[in-house]
């Protein structure tokens, strides 16, 4: 199966979600998201920085490089084709 084909059934899959979820069911599936991306980066942070202010500016850092790495792969692989 090519990546079009999978492609295809994603968005399938993906517009029937949309269509079946009800508008509170929605609101909290992207909260519970961006709560577990950035629990992601906050269990990077060494135990030792206990100041939530600073644990979530730590996080943010961690965030922004995490997006700069995909970029990163992103550009490479536009150069290749």
Known sequence: MTATHHQKIGRIGG????ATR???QEAH???RAAAGRMKRYL???PADVTD??????????LQT?????I???SARR???V
């Open 22 to 24: 009800t508008p509170e």
């Open 52 to 61: 939530p202010a600073e644990r979530m500016r730590r996080a943010s850092l």
């Open 65 to 69: 490089a995490h997006m700069q790495k």
């Open 43 to 45: 269990d990077q942070i």
């Open 78 to 80: 536009r150069r290749q």
């Open 15 to 18: 517009l029937v979600s949309a």
């Open 29 to 31: 599936r992207k909260e």
């Open 71 to 73: 970029a990163l792969v």
